[in-house]
């Protein structure tokens, strides 16, 4: 049962447009998102969070959007630079204060092209 | 920056033999996860670890799989027979209470 799906496995941009990357979710339950960045034969790194009582959280270069009523969420790089090329997973979970399981999509793979 | 350490970074073993793999999570956090990412597919939970006890498992984390926390200070993940598809990339994270988990480099499984 998939949970959170990311329906793009792969996204090319060009060095300094924007990056948009997308990720849906099936449980209303989910309170709590992340995006992780990951590069081969590395563990995941955290990047970004949002809570279900906000709508948008930004640091720096990075922007994540939460649609509750879409149950959808986004991650805004920008201006996208050359070494943000990695696998991107968004994750979910619920009850975020109870150290419950997170949920992962399957990840986009962005490119950025110098 | 303190981070969560994993050893070995690549095992390979025989099938039907049995594997542990080591985490050091961060000393501070409270919870701790396995995970494994079988290539070229999703990162999938296996089971979370709070307070010296299994909290949370999934269905992959089945009778062959077990977690301990012998010293304080490491956190392991025994498989005891292991299977062909058992080969993946193995996880572990941590996280103190209410905020991000943190992960580990992996340990990379392949069964022969």
């Known amino acids: 049962d998939q949970q959170v799906k990311q329906n793009s496995p792969s996204l090319s941009v060009q060095e300094g447009r924007i990056s948009i990357l997308n990720c849906d979710y099936t449980?209303?339950?989910?309170?709590?998102f992340l995006w992780y960045k990951k590069y081969p034969a590395e563990g995941p790194t955290f990047l970004i969070s949002?809570?279900?009582?906000?709508d948008k959280n930004e640091d720096g270069r990075f922007t994540v959007f939460l649609n509750k009523s879409a149950k959808h969420l986004s991650l805004h790089i920008v201006p996208s630079q050359p070494g943000d090329s990695a696998v991107y997973f968004c994750?979910?979970?619920?009850?975020?204060?109870?150290?419950?399981?997170?949920?992962f999509g399957t990840g986009t793979s962005l490119t950025v092209i110098p | 920056e303190p981070e969560v350490t994993q050893t070995p970074s690549h095992q390979v073993t025989q099938m039907g033999q049995e594997v542990i793999l080591r985490c050091v999570p961060i000393?501070?956090?409270?919870?701790f996860y396995w995970y494994r990412q079988i290539l070229g597919q999703k990162v999938e939970f296996l089971v979370s670890?709070?307070?010296?006890?299994?909290?949370?498992k999934s269905e992959i984390f089945d009778d062959q799989f077990s977690v301990e926390r012998p010293d304080g200070s490491n956190f392991t993940l025994k498989i005891r027979s292991t299977k062909l598809e058992d080969s993946a990339m193995y996880f572990c994270?941590?996280?103190?209470?209410?905020?991000?988990?943190?992960f580990g480099p992996g340990t990379r499984l392949l069964v022969l």
């Open positions: 449980n209303s339950m989910f309170d709590y």
């Open positions: 994750a979910a979970s619920a009850a975020r204060n109870t150290g419950n399981q997170f949920y």
């Open positions: 994270a941590s996280i103190n209470r209410g905020e991000t988990q943190y």
């Open positions: 670890f709070y307070n010296n006890e299994i909290s949370e």
């Open positions: 949002i809570s279900s009582i906000k």
């Open positions: 000393s501070n956090h409270l919870y």
